[in-house]
């Protein structure tokens, strides 16, 4: 079992930057993809952000390349969504999950991913 926790997530002005973290606990292995998704409300949940686990490949959607930056951090387990540049169409409750056994790349589908932490809001004011 895998628990995953967010933090990160507040009120802030458009143009500013904010960076997520997403701290895993319980057994990890290097074959995971961490991805960072995001839910407006009355959309579907969808895939802002993918890593592996390695660090070798990453993705992001289109509506935030050359704005958010994914990485991770293997010693403390914890993966980072750096987002900057923030839009007021950027605000939504942004969610951390695993995938951990990958069989594409990258995962979009939410029924990829077996774990899911609780979600922090991110919140821009135009």
């Known amino acids: 079992q895998v628990q995953l926790v967010e933090s990160g997530g507040g009120l802030v002005q458009a143009g500013v930057s904010l960076r997520l973290s997403c701290a895993a606990s319980?057994?990890?292995?290097?074959?995971?993809?961490m991805g960072w998704f995001r839910q407006a409300p009355g959309k579907e949940r969808e895939l802002v952000a993918a890593?592996?686990?390695?660090?070798?490949?990453?993705y992001y959607a289109d509506s935030v390349k050359g704005r958010f930056t994914i990485s991770r951090d293997n010693a403390k387990n914890t993966v980072y969504l750096q987002m900057n540049s923030l839009k007021p169409e950027d605000t939504t409750v942004y969610y951390c999950?695993?995938?951990?056994?990958?069989?594409?790349?990258?995962?979009?589908?939410?029924?990829?991913?077996?774990?899911w932490g609780q979600g922090t809001q991110v919140t821009v004011s135009s």
């Open positions: 890593i592996r686990w390695t660090g070798t490949s990453t």
């Open positions: 319980g057994r990890t292995h290097s074959n995971y993809v």
């Open positions: 999950a695993a995938d951990r056994y990958p069989t594409s790349w990258p995962p979009t589908s939410v029924h990829d991913y077996d774990y």
